[in-house]
């Protein structure tokens, strides 16, 4: 079992800089692959990001690829998600969740399904 309890969310003005956290309870958080999704009001839940459980394999939404990054510390059980340059359309709660599942391709990493456990998310808005 996974708990995953994100922060770091809040307002910030377009061009804003966040970092998120998201930390895990259980002694197998270095196993898990982490990632990061988000919803829109009105849309569905969205990849943003994944990291492998060693730190060494990311992938990245197009929307975010180089304004986002995706880290982990194994050593405090937390995955952050540094979120620079932001957008209004950026607006959205924003979910960590951990997967056991490995993921070779952009399709596998990003399909919620590949996912076993999931936080309550967190608020980010993006003013204009």
């Known amino acids: 079992q996974v708990q995953l309890v994100e922060s770091g969310g809040g307002l910030v003005q377009a061009g804003g800089s966040l970092r998120l956290s998201c930390a895990a309870s259980?002694?197998?958080?270095?196993?898990?692959?982490m990632g990061w999704f988000r919803q829109a009001p009105g849309k569905e839940r969205e990849f943003v990001a994944r990291?492998?459980?060693?730190?060494?394999?990311?992938y990245y939404a197009d929307s975010v690829k180089g304004r986002f990054t995706i880290s982990r510390d194994n050593a405090k059980n937390t995955v952050y998600l540094q979120m620079n340059s932001l957008k209004p359309e950026d607006t959205a709660v924003y979910y960590c969740?951990?997967?056991?599942?490995?993921?070779?391709?952009?399709?596998?990493?990003?399909?919620?399904?590949?996912?076993?456990?999931w936080g309550q998310g967190t608020q980010v808005t993006v003013s204009s």
């Open positions: 969740a951990a997967s056991n599942k490995p993921a070779r391709t952009y399709y596998s990493a990003s399909r919620l399904t590949s996912y076993d456990y």
């Open positions: 259980g002694r197998t958080f270095s196993s898990y692959a």
């Open positions: 990291i492998r459980w060693s730190g060494g394999i990311t």
